[in-house]
């Protein structure tokens, strides 16, 4: 019943920017911290930015600090991914990922979306 619904990608220019959106539904959103995820070809996914659920607290990968932003409404069930001054390495699928941990620390729920193309290319 979860869902996750990735959409925004495409292929742009290196320089330029993309926002990449994730909307949520079948599960209570504003309980789960949301991470984006990314996977290029011939490589393992790695993790690139996540969020708390109150959207207070922000983590990045050392590789796209400073250029991308994650961000959340939890009126609209929906994370953000907004991405400047893209690079060629950056190209890969980008993957919304849901994650619920309870209070002994275990991670018991955990949501994937079908992912969505970025291509940075000139």
């Known amino acids: 019943q979860a869902q996750l619904a990735e959409s925004g990608g495409g292929l742009v220019q290196p320089g330029g920017s993309l926002r990449l959106s994730c909307a949520a539904s079948g599960f209570t959103f504003s309980m789960f911290a949301m991470r984006w995820y990314r996977q290029a070809p011939g490589k393992e996914r790695e993790m690139v930015a996540s969020?708390?659920?109150?959207?207070?607290?922000?983590n990045y990968a050392d590789s796209v600090k400073g250029r991308f932003t994650i961000s959340r409404d939890n009126a609209k069930n929906t994370v953000y991914l907004q991405m400047n001054s893209l690079k060629p390495e950056d190209t890969a699928v980008y993957y919304c990922?849901?994650?619920?941990?309870?209070?002994?620390?275990?991670?018991?729920?955990?949501?994937w979306g079908q992912g969505t193309q970025v291509t940075v290319s000139s």
């Open positions: 990922n849901a994650a619920y941990r309870n209070i002994w620390g275990q991670e018991t729920s955990n949501y």
């Open positions: 969020i708390a659920s109150t959207g207070g607290t922000t």
